[in-house]
């Protein structure tokens, strides 16, 4: 059973900052601790459909959205089975539930069919 935990959400102001971790538990169908690969970072604002922000591949390939490029960044760190996405810059048109998705495969993935796992959510409000 693989569990998928988003942290860091909150309410800031316009122009601040925050980073969401994503934390990945759990082990695979063969017994082993199941190790973060292919990771995407998601966003689904009220009355709006869900996003792919960033996404990761699990050898350190990246893509991002146009709208958050120079301001986000995602990262990830193996040691502790974690993914971030540092915020800079932010604006009341990122306000959304964020949701961190993981794949199997170590491959970056941009579609939300191609990822098998993901997180509850965490919301993030920016206030002008």
């Known amino acids: 059973q693989v569990h998928l935990a988003e942290s860091g959400g909150g309410l800031v102001q316009a122009g601040g900052s925050l980073t969401l971790t994503c934390t990945a538990s759990?082990?695979?169908?063969?017994?082993?601790?199941?190790?973060?690969?292919?990771v995407g970072w998601y966003r689904q604002a009220p009355g709006k459909q869900r996003e792919l922000v960033a996404a990761?591949?699990?050898?350190?390939?990246?893509n991002y959205v146009d709208s958050v490029k120079g301001r986000f960044t995602i990262s990830r760190d193996n040691a502790r089975n974690t993914i971030d996405l540092q915020m800079n810059n932010l604006g009341p048109g990122d306000t959304a539930v964020y949701y961190c998705?993981?794949?199997?495969?170590?491959?970056?993935?941009?579609?939300?069919?191609?990822?098998?796992?993901w997180g509850q959510g965490t919301q993030v409000t920016v206030s002008s």
């Open positions: 990761i591949s699990g050898r350190g390939t990246i």
């Open positions: 759990g082990t695979t169908p063969y017994g082993r601790t199941f190790q973060i690969n292919g």
């Open positions: 998705a993981a794949r199997r495969s170590t491959i970056l993935a941009t579609a939300e069919n191609e990822y098998h796992f």
